[in-house]
């Protein structure tokens, strides 16, 4: 398991006040033009970490969900479950990192062998990573967080959240429905949380024109861990031909990897 950066939490405090400042001047309006390049720069080199961290992490699934449902609730027992089976298939477990349900999916692929991999974020309340992590990286910038959370993935899995987890369940069912991601299941869990949003989606937005009734066909929702599974076997190692041992991309000494 990666080591946990010994920063005291001064350091850590101090370092999430310079990423607040930085997120609001960079969306306070135009700098100066030297300003935005060194701005630019920052985001490309936070990228770039990015893709050399997560590079030979392997197939994952990211799964979506609150950090406020802590253990002992049934929708952490549950993510947690997803997190083992998803283990069992082969994939690699992908969350944001933090506690509740991004906890719970990352424990249960440990636990059950497998690999588990988090993004976490700097945010104004410290959200540490969680314990369960075999590989994690810290982003300044959600934007960044989010491609990486899409990028090596072949499927999703999206528990009971808040707005975090709405916004990252509508910037996927966006991303298919455009064709920039194809083949790819939504699996949303818990049909007692998400069917108010299937209504709406289906009485308002389908009805008003907005979004077309086969849009809804990216979206599968399911209440057990089998049923979010057998969506995403099928579709990984039918539609992309994943193997259940599929080999990962070989470090080179060179690149210093």
């Not at 720069?41 to 990211?62: D, K, M, Q, S």
């Not at 990286?137 to 960044?144: E, L």
């Not at 086969?214 to 995403?232: F, N, P, Q």
Request: hydrophobic content about 40%; aromatic content about 12%.
């Amino acid at each position: 398991m990666t080591a946990r950066d010994p920063k005291a939490p001064e350091g850590a405090q101090r370092d999430r006040s310079m990423a607040k400042d930085a997120e609001r001047r960079l969306l306070a309006g135009p700098s100066s033009r030297l300003a935005e390049l060194l701005r630019v720069l920052r985001i490309a080199w936070e990228f770039v970490g990015g893709f050399r961290r997560l590079h030979f992490v392997g197939p994952c699934v990211t799964v979506f969900g609150s950090a406020r449902f802590r253990e002992g609730h049934p929708y952490y027992a549950l993510a947690q479950e997803i997190g083992g089976k998803l283990a069992e298939v082969g994939f690699t477990v992908m969350t944001g990192g933090g506690p509740g349900l991004m906890e719970a999916a990352n424990r249960g692929a440990k636990e059950a062998g497998g690999r588990s991999v988090g993004c976490n974020i700097v945010l104004p309340q410290e959200q540490a990573p969680n314990a369960y992590l075999d590989e994690w990286i810290t982003f300044n910038h959600f934007y960044v967080r989010k491609v990486m959370l899409v990028k090596y993935s072949y499927a999703f899995v999206v528990m009971p959240g808040g707005f975090g987890t709405m916004d990252e369940v509508y910037e996927v069912a966006t991303l298919v429905q455009t064709g920039k991601l194809q083949h790819f299941p939504v699996v949303l869990v818990c049909s007692d949380y998400w069917q108010p949003l299937f209504d709406f989606m289906q009485k308002t937005q389908v009805a008003a024109g907005t979004i077309e009734q086969h849009d809804l066909e990216h979206l599968s929702l399911v209440d057990s861990a089998d049923a979010a599974i057998e969506i995403i076997r099928d579709a990984a190692l039918n539609t992309f031909g994943l193997k259940y041992a599929e080999p990962r991309p070989r470090k080179r000494w060179f690149l210093f990897e």
